[in-house]
């Protein structure tokens, strides 16, 4: 890991008003959550997630749909914060106000301290009235029903039809909250950290173009080339749990420099 990347990130972020962050699976990685991309392990092997994660899906097989996020909570009950979640909360005390986007459904982010955090694309740990019988969403608290965990999803206990995770499947809207908070944030942040993410999936993956046309710069940090890598002003080509325990470092020693300077 070159230290002169790691110091340009550094003074980047040094110089930075609004800094702001984007997360994709990657950066759950090092906790031992496998990123969409990663081939599914035992008995699910055989299931691509992008074939699961659809509401046709959970029509066709609702256990089955049921089931694939059951042993996805079980993994994430399991996983702790990594060394990247933890720097950027240290960030976030860093600056004040440290706007984390995450496409992510974990919560290892909240875990290792981030206050200000947008999930595009849903709550793992939480579920709703497939049809938000009650409006949307109809949350459910489902440790407060009865019922078979073998048999699949339980009923509603206003409808009695299904419940659902409460994430953004393929081919359904983002919660548009979340997207208006992305919207302002995208027009007002100078520096785009952009950790962990293919870029393919939208309209996350927009983001960092529309903060870039927007006059931020973009740092990514991945391991391997994405879809954003081109568009990025610096990529650190490392995993986000060496890389980002490593800017802060270095950030931390520019302030301390400056402060001397004064
Ligand atoms: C919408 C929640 C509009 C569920 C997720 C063509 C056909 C059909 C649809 C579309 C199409 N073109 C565009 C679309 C829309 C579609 C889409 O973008 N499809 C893609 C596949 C082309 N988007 C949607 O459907 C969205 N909705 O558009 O609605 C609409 C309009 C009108 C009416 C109705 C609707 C909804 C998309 C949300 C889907 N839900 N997740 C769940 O989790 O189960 S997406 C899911 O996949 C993740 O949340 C994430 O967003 C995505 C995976 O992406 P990544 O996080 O980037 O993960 P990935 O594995 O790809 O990459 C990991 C990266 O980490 C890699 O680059 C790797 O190198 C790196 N890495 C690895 N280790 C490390 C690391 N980086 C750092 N450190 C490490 N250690
Ligand atoms: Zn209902």
């Known amino acids: 890991m070159t230290d002169e990347l790691i110091q340009q990130a550094a003074r980047?972020?040094?110089?930075?008003?609004?800094?702001?962050?984007?997360?994709?699976?990657?950066?759950?990685?090092?906790?031992?959550?496998p990123t969409f991309r990663d081939a599914l392990e035992g008995l699910w092997e055989q299931y691509d997630p992008r074939q699961l994660a659809t509401a046709p899906a959970f029509q066709a097989n609702p256990k089955l749909v049921w089931d694939f996020y059951t042993m996805r909570r079980e993994k994430a009950v399991a996983v702790k914060p990594n060394t990247g979640h933890e720097a950027l909360a240290k960030l976030e005390q860093h600056f004040g106000e440290l706007?984390?986007?995450t496409q992510n459904i974990d919560d290892l982010h909240e875990q290792a301290g981030s206050t200000h955090v947008i999930h595009l694309h849903g709550i793992l740990n939480q579920n709703k009235c497939f049809y938000d019988c009650q409006g949307e969403p109809t949350l459910i608290d489902i440790s407060k029903l009865e019922y078979d965990t073998k048999a699949g999803p339980p009923g509603c206990p206003h409808c009695g039809r299904w419940i659902r995770p409460n994430?953004?499947?393929?081919?359904?809207?983002?919660?548009?909250?979340?997207?208006?908070?992305c919207k302002r944030i995208v027009h007002t942040t100078d520096v785009m950290l952009v950790i962990?993410?293919?870029?393919?999936?939208?309209?996350?993956?927009?983001?960092?173009?529309?903060?870039?046309?927007?006059?931020?710069t973009l740092i990514e940090v991945n391991p391997h080339e994405s879809a954003i890598t081109p568009a990025a002003d610096l990529w650190l080509p490392y995993p986000s749990g060496e890389a980002m325990p490593r800017v802060l470092a270095a950030l931390t020693t520019?302030?301390?420099?400056n402060s001397r300077n004064v």
């Open 196 to 216: 962990g993410t293919s870029g393919v999936v939208y309209p996350a993956a927009h983001m960092p173009y529309e903060a870039k046309l927007n006059g931020a």
């Open 167 to 181: 994430v953004v499947w393929f081919g359904e809207m983002l919660p548009p909250e979340a997207l208006a908070e």
């Open 12 to 33: 980047l972020l040094r110089d930075s008003r609004q800094p702001s962050v984007l997360t994709g699976s990657g950066v759950s990685r090092e906790s031992g959550i």
């Open 99 to 101: 706007p984390i986007i």
């Open 254 to 257: 520019l302030d301390r420099t």
